[in-house]
T-cell receptor
Framework: AQTVTQSQPEMSVQEAETVTLSCTYD???????LFWYKQPPSRQMILVIRQEAYKQQNATENRFSVNFQKAAKSFSLKISDSQLGDTAMYFCAFMKHETDDMRFGAGTRLTVKP | GAGVSQSPSNKVTEKGKDVELRCDPISGHTALYWYRQSLGQGLEFLIYFQGNSAPDKSGLPSDRFSAERTGGSVSTLTIQRTQQEDSAVYLC?????????????FGPGTRLTVT
């Protein structure tokens, strides 16, 4: 079974600064997908960014980028120019290639301070 | 409806009672997931359906928990003889597509409180 570990239960950052959230995973698979989801207080889960394991280039979406280190099985999320609206729980997730089986980490609660 | 719906939105029950939680996925979505989120905690995988079958039931915390899905659509999660530690938000999600186009769509959750 795949496991996803987020070692930072809580983090905070000043508005406009940069923060990096850590995620590691354990798998014997070679092809898979990685995701970061955001869950604001509204409880709705929102997809932030996704990465294909066979692509070496790190995915970016506006202020959000990842540092994907396949050999180290690490998938960190960098949020640049943090905004108050970024305050949320962030979940890292793993999915094996050609399956629908998605597994999540325990989450990191991020607070952006004014 | 346009999204995943869950009912009830809130449920308060006495310890020892049985509860049923319902999930209506987005029409046409083949995969359906149940997760549990305790207060301020992460997402705990419970069970996942592909069509009507559940390839992986390993996340169910105990034999008091069961889930079914009929007609490849609606799913119910049943908790028998509820305990206080069952108090949590139960989230349902459905998905369509695979690979990099895969995306889960989550419902608003059912907040279960066992007194």
């Amino acid at each position: 079974a795949q496991t996803v570990t987020q070692s930072q239960p809580e983090m905070s950052v000043q508005e406009a600064e940069t923060v990096t959230l850590s995620c590691t995973y354990d798998t014997s698979e070679n092809n898979y997908y990685l995701f970061w989801y955001k869950q604001p207080p509204s409880r709705q889960m929102i997809l932030v960014i996704r990465q294909e394991a066979y692509k070496q280039q790190n995915a970016t979406e506006n202020r959000f980028s990842v540092n994907f280190q396949k050999a180290a099985k690490s998938f960190s999320l960098k949020i640049s120019d943090s905004q108050l609206g970024d305050t949320a729980m962030y979940f890292c997730a793993f999915m094996k290639h050609e399956t629908d089986d998605m597994r999540f980490g325990a989450g990191t609660r991020l607070t952006v301070k004014p | 409806g346009a999204g995943v719906s869950q009912s009830p939105s809130n449920k308060v029950t006495e310890k020892g009672k049985d509860v049923e939680l319902r999930c209506d996925p987005i029409s046409g979505h083949t995969a359906l997931y149940w997760y549990r989120q305790s207060l301020g905690q992460g997402l705990e995988f419970l069970i996942y359906f592909q069509g009507n079958s559940a390839p992986d039931k390993s996340g169910l915390p105990s034999d008091r928990f069961s889930a079914e899905r009929t007609g490849g659509s609606v799913s119910t999660l049943t908790i028998q003889r509820t305990q206080q530690e069952d108090s949590a938000v139960y989230l349902c999600a459905s998905s369509l597509g695979s690979g990099i186009n895969f995306q889960q769509y989550f419902g608003p959750g059912t907040r279960l409180t066992v007194t």
